[in-house]
């Protein structure tokens, strides 16, 4: 089993900084890639960065350039620096890891941390 847990949220102004923290638990090693969605209010959930085991990553175009998707040396942790941000990107942050077996691959979901940025 894999457990994911986020921190890192909270209330900012527009133009400024977060970083977001995801920790996995469990059996770290069926991990493959990481990624943070999120969901505003009344909108579905959308990728909004993504970071595979070799370190390639891929972004939203609305994030590119302000936010940043890292991974720690032990795998098992991924960050979201999020700079210069802006109203629209207030929402509840999720931590998705892709979990490979040698039986199946899923998805499992961290609970969230809501991030405000106010105008």
């Known amino acids: 089993q894999v457990q994911l847990v986020e921190s890192g949220g909270g209330l900012v102004q527009a133009g400024g900084s977060l970083r977001l923290s995801c920790a996995a638990s469990g059996i770290i090693a069926s991990i493959d890639a990481m990624g943070w969605f999120r969901q505003a209010p009344g909108k579905q959930r959308e990728l909004v960065a993504d970071i595979s085991t070799g370190g390639d990553t891929k972004y939203v175009d609305s994030v590119k350039g302000r936010f940043t998707i890292s991974r720690g040396n032990a795998k098992d942790t991924v960050y979201l620096q999020m700079d210069s941000l802006k109203p629209e990107d207030t929402a509840v942050y999720y931590c998705?890891?892709?979990?490979?077996?040698?039986?199946?691959?899923?998805?499992?979901w961290g609970r969230g941390t809501q991030v405000t940025v106010s105008s």
């Open positions: 998705r890891g892709v979990v490979r077996i040698p039986s199946s691959t899923f998805n499992v």
